[in-house]
């Protein structure tokens, strides 16, 4: 079955104390994306790969770091979270971009005390 | 910078009713527009993808069209269920972006 699996789906820790949140897909797609996810404000970009070893920010990527080294996985790492990270993550992928449709995760909820 | 606004935030019709979407962006320079819905707890999903030289597109019983020029798109959903409840989210592509641009979504309701 074609799918984006995120892990953990849900999370609490505390200020500081570094994560990784998982992303893999199955579909040998060239584009992975993470968004979080707000009241009021939507989804909003963090970061995005259009190839291995090829990331680039999106519109929120303070306090955000990706890598991309295997073309199936794109972990977002929180080096040092804090509470306005407090969100609801998603990790997307596509063919190639965000020209084609794309395949949702389906979410990882963060809460950071 | 591109803006994608969602009206209403909120909708709830009695179910066997035909409703509409409606989703506004503010930069008419687009490659496409997709329709998603999200369940509670769960991702979103991929329902319609509109190219920017397309009228609509259909799938069953939902029906997108895009009006480039006064940027705006619309979801019409005919004969509505209750399992049709869940939020609808746009999104738009712009011509020369490799982002996607979300709206805040339309939570809709279809009561029994």
């Known amino acids: 079955e074609a799918q984006v699996t995120q892990n953990p789906r849900y999370l609490i820790t505390v200020t500081g104390k570094k994560l990784t949140v998982t992303c893999s897909q199955n579909m040998n797609h060239e584009y992975m994306s993470w968004y979080r996810q707000d009241p009021g404000l939507g989804l909003r970009q963090i970061y995005y790969s259009m190839n291995v070893e090829v990331t680039d920010k999106g519109d929120v990527p303070e306090g955000y770091k990706v890598s991309r080294k295997e073309k199936r996985n794109f972990p977002l790492i929180l080096e040092s979270p804090s509470p306005n990270q407090t969100s609801l993550y998603f990790c997307?992928?596509?063919?190639?971009?965000?020209?084609?449709?794309?395949?949702f995760g389906p979410g990882t909820r963060l809460t950071v005390t | 910078k591109q803006e994608v606004t969602q009206i209403p935030a909120a909708l709830s019709v009695p179910e066997g009713e035909n409703l509409v979407l409606n989703c506004s962006f503010t930069?008419?320079?687009?490659?496409?527009l997709q329709w998603f819905r999200q369940d509670p707890g769960k991702g979103l999903t991929s329902l319609l993808l509109i190219q920017s030289s397309q009228r609509e597109q259909t799938s069953g019983r939902l029906n997108a069209s895009l009006d480039k020029s006064s940027g705006r798109s619309t979801l019409y959903i005919a004969a509505s269920q209750p399992g049709d409840s869940a939020t609808y989210l746009c999104a738009v592509k712009g011509d020369s972006s490799y982002k996607l641009i979300f709206g805040s979504g339309t939570r809709l309701l279809v009561r029994p």
């Open positions: 930069d008419s320079a687009i490659y496409n």
């Open positions: 997307a992928s596509s063919y190639m971009g965000a020209s084609y449709e794309q395949y």
